[in-house]
């Protein structure tokens, strides 16, 4: 499983859901399906603005686990760890929980946004990563 955390540089500072737009965008580029794991109800719903508002030349489709088309949609937003669908090749996670993700995708991305719940579990889970033999990247953007 390969394992890239994203922390909210300069760059995504004052529109850091755009960061998850973009990493979107590039999985569903090489083909790769999407699950968000989003903190709560209202991430999740700022997320789908974001996904809606991203870039006009873009289409990101997604859904909300519950909607009838979230079984068909290559992006799908979801509540929690617990929703985790092992099937799923690319997880983009924003929980805050300290311990790592099972290995079930392919590929992990773990975002970690600028407050200090956000960076305080990162840090937990980049170790934990670690420690359980994988090779995590960092990147700022």
């Not at 209202?42 to 079984?71: K, N, S, T, V």
């Not at 359980?132 to 960092?138: I, N, S, T, W």
Request: proline letters at 7%.
């Amino acid at each position: 499983m390969r394992v890239d955390f994203y922390t909210v540089g300069e760059r995504f500072r004052e529109r850091p859901l755009m960061l998850v737009c973009k990493l979107c965008a590039k999985a569903l580029d090489v083909g790769l399906d999407v699950q968000i794991l989003c903190v709560d109800q209202a991430q999740a719903r700022a997320i789908d603005e974001a996904l809606w508002a991203f870039d006009p030349e873009c289409f990101l489709p997604h859904a909300m686990d519950g909607e009838e088309d979230a079984a068909f949609a290559p992006i799908r937003l979801s509540i929690g760890r617990a929703a985790l669908t092992p099937s799923t090749p690319f997880v983009l996670n924003l929980t805050v929980e300290p311990d790592p993700l099972p290995r079930t995708a392919a590929r992990l991305a773990e975002v970690v946004l600028d407050d200090d719940a956000s960076k305080l579990a990162g840090r937990a889970r980049f170790r934990s990563y670690r420690a359980a033999g994988l090779d995590p990247k960092h990147h700022v953007l």
